[in-house]
């Protein structure tokens, strides 16, 4: 994204205006959440996710929003006998305030920040993010930041992308996309409806993969 710092900060400000305008109308945490459509298809549509997930570690999603998504991958990882300790970061004060309140247990791993300038204190096991949080022209720099500073050695990235039948939204090919920007992907999957319709397309990089700048940095 060209343009003075300025600009950077309106557009941060559109969609965290656009995003708390959709997900604040009501008290429906499916909604919280960005989920228009039934909790049986949440589960569905999400669960996917997991299959990044081969072990018990720390979890830190970008963009938590509510926590629903927390909360559910926790229960959802419990059931498989994985332990998922949450963490997470959302750039709306109020969407934050719900997620602590969620995960009551958990309020203390849970903050107010905004993805692209985010500096971790430490490294996790597994960090979910979204590619949009930032403008398409930061998207390399974002991924390859997260890479060296908050994934464990032996952990890693996991991106996805989220359908909307609502709106038309097709997700995203998010290895295609990751590997146009010079990343290795490890592995990818996806949950579609019965037509094809694909809901959710996850895909991981792990510490070890190759970044547009040719280097992972040290591993922590």
């Known amino acids: 994204m060209q343009g003075s710092d300025e600009d950077l900060s309106s557009w941060f400000d559109r969609h965290k205006e656009a995003i708390e305008r959709s997900y604040l109308v009501g008290d429906d945490p499916y909604l919280q959440s960005g989920w228009a459509s039934t909790p049986e298809r949440w589960l569905w ?53 719900l997620a602590r309140t969620r995960l009551p247990a958990f309020a203390d791993n849970l903050a107010v920040a905004n993805a692209h300038d985010w500096q971790p204190q430490r490294a996790f096991d597994y960090v979910h993010t979204l590619l949009e949080y930032v403008p398409e022209a930061l998207q390399q720099e974002y991924l390859d930041r997260l890479l060296r500073q908050a994934v464990l050695g032996g952990g890693r990235l996991i991106v996805s992308s989220y359908s909307s039948r609502r709106t038309g939204r097709a997700a995203l090919d998010v290895a295609s996309r990751l590997g146009s920007l010079g990343f290795r992907v490890e592995g990818d999957a996806l949950s579609h409806d019965e037509d094809g319709w694909v809901l ?21």
């Open 45 to 97: 549509a999400r669960r996917v996710i997991l299959k990044a997930v081969p072990h018990s570690g720390s979890f830190f999603d970008i963009g938590c929003a509510n926590g629903l998504l927390l909360e559910c991958l926790v229960q959802w990882a419990n059931e498989q006998g994985v332990r998922l300790e949450p963490h997470g970061i959302d750039f709306s004060e109020a969407l934050v305030e």
């Open 200 to 220: 959710t397309h996850t895909t991981w990089l792990g510490k070890s993969s190759v970044t547009p700048f040719g280097i992972t940095g040290p591993m922590l």
